[in-house]
């Protein structure tokens, strides 16, 4: 069993910005991959960027693209996700989540991941 527990949501003005934290604890499989997900309201979920365990490859979604980065410290099995140059389009519910049988790249949908986070409100203002 994996817990996942973020951190580090806030109130940013646009431009502004923000970086999230998730921290897994339990047994990690050599395939883990971490991933961010965001649901703003009334819509679905939808993938933001993730991270492989084995290779340390990365994926980002289009919108977040040269604006997030993920990045990790593998001694504290920790996830982060740095936001720049948020927009009011932003705002979401940010959750981690992981995938203990992820393949090589990493997997954008959501129902690959085997393990969630509560969740942390980001919202950006006008």
């Known amino acids: 069993q994996v817990k996942l527990v973020e951190s580090g949501g806030a109130l940013v003005q646009a431009g502004g910005s923000l970086k999230l934290s998730c921290a897994a604890s339990?047994?990690?499989?050599?395939?883990?991959?971490m991933g961010w997900f965001r649901q703003a309201p009334g819509k679905g979920r939808e993938f933001v960027a993730l991270?492989?365990?084995?290779?340390?490859?990365?994926d980002y979604a289009d919108s977040v693209k040269g604006r997030f980065t993920i990045s990790r410290d593998s001694a504290e099995n920790t996830v982060y996700l740095q936001m720049n140059s948020l927009k009011p389009e932003d705002t979401a519910v940010y959750y981690c989540?992981?995938?203990?049988?992820?393949?090589?790249?990493?997997?954008?949908?959501?129902?690959?991941?085997?393990?969630w986070g509560q969740g942390t409100q980001v919202t950006v203002s006008a």
């Open positions: 989540a992981g995938d203990q049988m992820a393949p090589d790249d990493g997997s954008t949908w959501d129902g690959h991941y085997d393990y």
């Open positions: 339990g047994r990690l499989f050599s395939n883990f991959a």
């Open positions: 991270l492989t365990w084995r290779h340390g490859r990365t």
